[in-house]
Each structure stands twice: as structure tokens, then as C-alpha cells.
């Protein structure tokens, strides 16, 4: 029975404002009895339910007659009852089981009529109606990480799509868009990023599978996957052949992807090529890069990644021989983490009414009510997880634009595309309009990659650059020079929308001799000092 009143302790405490994630708080906590990954797993499906549970358990009136029971605790156990196939935890003798068992029929009476009421057909169905009930009630910051689709990238390294149709997903049944993705043997084969697919929030955890055990399928959000695929293209698009550098790489999902594509290209032509593409990644952390190496031996790249191990992007001499093949440049570097799904990723679960007083209940109500009137007082802005003043966003911002300037002075450099996990305009088309602005840029001939240039999928992405964010503290304190051709080629990705994915922002630059200065003969040397750069220490 442990299970549940810890589970309820997590959400009720105060350990829940300590720093870290939800799930790292509570696999570090030392006062808990259940197994971490259990307790876990109990409020993180309750969270998908607790609409539907909170209707069944205020229509039977369960806790007016149940003394023990509070709200919370109450969901908690509903929830198990009624949707887990073990049932509850607990020894059939225990009170607080029966206090829920001696309901049991009018429990389930109450699940069918919820069902019935939204005309569906089966618990696959009625879990996707309930989403979308509580995102239209409480906004998409209610839904955390579990609640969003499973994106899997098919890794061409070692595996093809139509291989893993055939084995890993075999059986699954193809749908033709996300809203359709409900059942846990469904599959959505998406139409912007190759070799991406969609499964269900609950279906099954593919880290245990052989598959991704074998580096054949990578966990990857679908955002993420924009910028690899905007530097290099489709496989039979064309290609100036050269090496890559993935500049801040770690974890390695960016460089695999980037690996990925290449091995389709090289399959696409038939492995005619005049010369193998290598890919040249860092991370100026040192453990970061550990992780980053394990990924690439996994995906099964290490005959054409490099990895430098604790290496500044910024300490590099573009000019050096071991770079000057380079032609194409891919940097996600540190930024705010606004657009990250479950940043603060306590679910919020809304708990069934009672007449009867309970602590626990109350303490649950005054954390929502806390939070909503923040929501009325504080512009959306300042509102968002992340919590970034503008000096911070504007230091962030300042460190972006210099990362990017320092790749646009690789000599034989074409193509670099710059992307954050921020949705902050400061960190996204404000840096843009920065580079285009910059003297290397000018010198070397550096202009955007256009919507018509970006690869067939990418073309097709319907969220494009803003200009500025409403209601936000960073009004007053932007300057986006672009034209409107310039925000069309921007690409964003926002959190909470039928989308899928959390909140990303990517563009990408390319040379055009036509427009080098000839001032200089396109060295994109600095007239002026550089501003003091201490490091990347996000």
C-alpha cells in the first residue's frame, strides 16, 4: 500500500519544488518505500485519466462515504482499479482497497456511462478524447512528456524503414494523421522528416526493445530532427560533397541523425561517391562527450564520425588543415530550454470535489490556485516554465550569435543551419537578424536558406518565423530586421499544439558568392574586438 501514499506524498510535499526533474526527484528521494519507477508510473497514468476519474468518483459519492479516502489518494487507487490490469497494489484485505472495492460496480457502472457519453467505442479511444479535455481545460502546459506521441527515427546506418515495418512494428496499423494515432498498435508514418514515425502516448517502452538495443530506431523528438535533415537535404537532392561538424553535439541524437542521412544518401546513389562525407562532432563537456561517443558507436557511425572529446566549438581554428574540407556546419547550442515539454513536469492533476475536509485536498487546491492567479497577474512570458529574465535570454542570445559568426568563417563552409529548444524570439529570429547583419556574413556572402530551398518535407512545415512574441518581456527589447521572405524560411515547432512536437526554432544559412564583398576577398575578418566570451558554462 506503500505505493500510494507515497505517490501521494511527491505531489503533496514540498520536495516538489526542489530542483531536478519530477521523475529524477522522486528516483532520488530517500524516504519513499515503493519502487520509484512504480510510483512513477502510477502518476504519470493517473495523469492521463484524472478527468474521467474525477467524473466517476464524484458521480458514485465515494468519498462522502469513505472516511479514509481523500481526494487524491482516492484518484490514485480508482485509477487502478479500473484501468490497471494488476488492479490495486495492495492485499485484498487491506482497508483502504476495500474502501474502494466495496464500490466496484457502481465504479464500473460510471467508467461505461463516461465512455458511452463521448461516443467511444473503446479505452483507446476514450484516452485520446480525455487529452484533449484537459489540454481546452487547463492549457497545453498540463500535458507533460507522457502524454505527447513516441517519435522513433529509423536509423539508416543499420536499418531501412521498410525493415522495421516489417519487424519492430509489425502488426501495427498505419493512420493518416496524428489526431487518428489513439490505439497502442497503431503507427503514424510521418510526411516532413524521412524515416520518422509516430506511436501512441502508453505504447510500448522501445528502449527495452532489441531495436534500439541495437541501434536500428532512436528515441527523438521530431523537432530535433529538423536540423540535420535541413543541412543535408533529401538523399537524391544534390549535394556538395565535404566534411561535417555538429559544433555543441551531445547528446549525439543530432550527429546519428546526421549519419543517418548520409547512409540513405549513399544507398539513394548506389554508394557512388567521389569521396566519403566525415562528420567531425564535439561538446565542451567532457562526461557530455562520453555519452555522445556511446550513441555513436551505437548507431553504428564511428567509421565516419570524429568525436572530440571536451572540445570548445569556439576554441577552433577554422583554418586549420583538419577543417578545411568542412562544408557543412550544424550548432544547437545552449539556449533558455523554454520550448522543452515537461521542463516543470509535476502533472497536474485535477482531483475530484468532497465535502468532507481533508489536508491533503486542501494543500492540492492551493497549489492550483496559487498558480492560476500567477497566470492572471504575470504577462505569458514571464509565466512559461523556463522562468528566464532578459538579461539571462540576452546573455544567452549574445553567446548564440558569436557560435554561429564563428562558423561562418570556415573557409570552404556552404551550408549551417542554427537551432534552439527556445521559443523566445530573442534567442531565435532576433539572432538570425543579428548574423545577417554581422560583417561576416556581409563578407562572405552569407544570406539565408529560402523556403523553396529547404528540403521537400521542410517546405511543406506550415509554422514559420514571428517577429515578435505578444504579452512578452521581451517587447521593447528586439530587433528583427527581416523581411518577410526571411521569417517565411525560419522554422519554428510550438509546444501544446496537434502538432506533436515541444518547442523548437531552426534556420539555415548559406553562401552565395554573389553577394561576397569583394572589400576584403571574403576572409570575414572582424574590423572590430570581439565582445569577452567566457565559455559555455549553460
Known amino acids: 500500500m506503500s505505493l500510494y501514499y507515497d505517490a501521494v506524498t511527491v505531489l503533496s510535499s514540498s520536495a516538489t519544488s526542489q530542483g531536478g526533474s519530477f521523475k529524477s526527484r522522486i528516483y532520488n528521494a ?50 487502478d482499479h479500473l484501468l490497471s490490469k494488476n488492479g490495486i497494489a495492495a492485499p485484498a484485505s487491506h482497508p483502504i482497497r476495500q474502501a474502494v472495492e466495496r464500490h466496484r460496480v457502481r465504479l464500473k457502472a460510471e467508467l461505461t456511462k463516461a465512455r458511452v457519453r463521448r461516443g467511444c467505442a473503446s479505452l483507446q479511444d476514450l484516452q485520446s478524447v480525455i487529452l484533449e479535455e484537459k489540454k481546452a ?27 522495421q515495418l516489417d519487424s519492430t512494428f509489425k502488426g501495427y496499423h498505419k ?13 503514424y508514418i510521418d510526411p516532413h522528416i524521412p524515416d520518422l514515425v509516430a506511436l501512441a502516448p502508453g505504447a510500448v517502452d522501445f528502449s527495452t526493445t532489441k531495436a534500439y538495443k541495437d541501434g536500428e530506431i532512436i528515441l527523438q523528438d521530431k523537432a530535433s530532427c529538423f536540423p540535420a535533415y535541413l543541412l543535408l537535404g533529401d538523399p537524391d537532392g544534390q549535394w556538395s560533397e565535404g566534411d561535417l561538424v555538429d559544433g ?36 565542451a563537456s567532457a562526461p557530455r562527450s562520453k555519452t555522445l561517443q556511446k550513441m555513436v558507436s551505437v ?3 564511428d567509421k565516419i564520425v570524429t568525436v572530440l572529446a571536451g572540445q570548445d566549438f569556439l576554441a577552433l581554428d577554422p583554418e586549420d588543415e583538419r577543417f578545411e574540407s568542412v562544408s557543412s556546419l550544424l550548432l544547437d547550442p545552449s539556449c533558455s530550454g523554454s520550448g522543452i515539454i515537461g521542463r516543470d513536469d509535476v502533472p497536474q492533476l485535477v482531483l ?21 492567479e500567477n497566470e492572471e497577474t504575470k504577462p505569458a512570458e514571464q509565466s512559461t516554465q523556463d522562468g528566464m529574465s532578459t538579461e539571462r535570454l540576452t546573455k544567452l542570445s549574445n553567446l548564440q550569435t558569436h557560435i554561429v559568426e564563428h562558423a561562418l568563417r570556415f573557409p570552404a563552409a556552404s551550408r549551417v543551419t542554427y537551432s534552439t529548444c527556445s521559443t523566445h524570439v530573442l534567442e531565435n529570429e532576433s539572432v538570425v537578424s543579428r548574423i545577417l547583419a554581422s560583417d561576416v556574413a556581409k563578407q562572405r556572402g552569407w544570406r539565408i536558406m529560402r523556403r523553396n530551398e529547404q528540403p521537400v518535407g521542410l517546405q511543406k512545415w506550415k509554422h514559420r518565423g514571428i517577429r515578435s ?70
Open 299 to 301: 548507431a553504428g557511425a
Open 248 to 283: 555543441c553535439a551531445a547528446p549525439g541524437n543530432k550527429t546519428t541523425h546526421l549519419a543517418s542521412l548520409l547512409a540513405a544518401r549513399q544507398k539513394q546513389h548506389d554508394k557512388k561517391f567521389k569521396k566519403a562525407n566525415n562528420i567531425i562532432s564535439m561538446d
Open 175 to 187: 493512420v493518416e494523421s496524428l489526431a487518428q494515432l489513439r490505439a497502442t498498435d497503431q503507427i
Open 30 to 79: 530517500k524516504s519513499l518505500k515503493a519502487s520509484p519507477a512504480q510510483i512513477y508510473a502510477l502518476v504519470t497514468e493517473a495523469a492521463k485519466w484524472d478527468i474521467l476519474l474525477k467524473e466517476v468518483i464524484e458521480n458514485t459519492g465515494i468519498l462522502s462515504l469513505e472516511s479514509k479516502l481523500t481526494p487524491l489518494l482516492c484518484l490514485l487507487l480508482v485509477h
Open 137 to 163: 481545460l487547463l492549457g497545453s502546459d498540463a500535458l507533460t512528456e507522457n502524454m505527447y506521441p513516441r517519435w522513433v527515427r529509423v536509423n539508416n546506418v543499420r536499418s531501412t524503414l521498410n525493415t
Open 469 to 538: 512574441n505578444l504579452n512578452s518581456t521581451e517587447e521593447g527589447q528586439l530587433e528583427v530586421n527581416l523581411s518577410e521572405e526571411q521569417l517565411d524560411a525560419c522554422l519554428r515547432c510550438w509546444p501544446g499544439d496537434n502538432e506533436g512536437t515541444g518547442g523548437f526554432f531552426v534556420v539555415g544559412f548559406v553562401r552565395d558568392e554573389e553577394l561576397t564583398d569583394p572589400k576584403d576577398g571574403g576572409t570575414g575578418q572582424d574590423s572590430g574586438d570581439e565582445s569577452e566570451w567566457g565559455g559555455f558554462s549553460d
Open 352 to 372: 475530484p470535489e468532497s465535502n468532507k475536509p481533508s489536508n491533503m485536498s486542501n494543500r492540492g487546491k492551493k497549489r492550483k490556485r496559487d498558480r492560476n
